[in-house]
């Protein structure tokens, strides 16, 4: 079984209700996060809707828009 790249598509014409999609996460510089890979860290500068520079401590990362892997604290 092979996993689509692209979400399915919701018809204007189908019966049923459109997906409800989550609204982007939003990240402020200070905010503590944590990653699935690389841990806690925290938001020292945000690139609007792109990406957001992550401080993890030993190591500083380039973190891409739609965050799926990160959370804020």
């Known amino acids: 079984m092979t996993k689509s790249a692209a979400p399915k598509r919701h018809l204007p014409t189908s019966p049923f209700k459109p997906p409800v999609t989550p609204p982007p996460k939003e990240f402020a510089v200070g905010d503590q996060v944590t990653h699935d890979m ?10 609007d809707g792109i990406a ?3 401080d993890f401590g030993s190591v500083r990362e380039r973190i891409l828009s739609p965050y799926t ?5």
């Open 38 to 47: 690389y841990g806690l860290g925290r938001v020292i500068d945000i690139e």
């Open 69 to 73: 892997k990160m959370t804020k604290l």
């Open 52 to 54: 957001v520079l992550v």
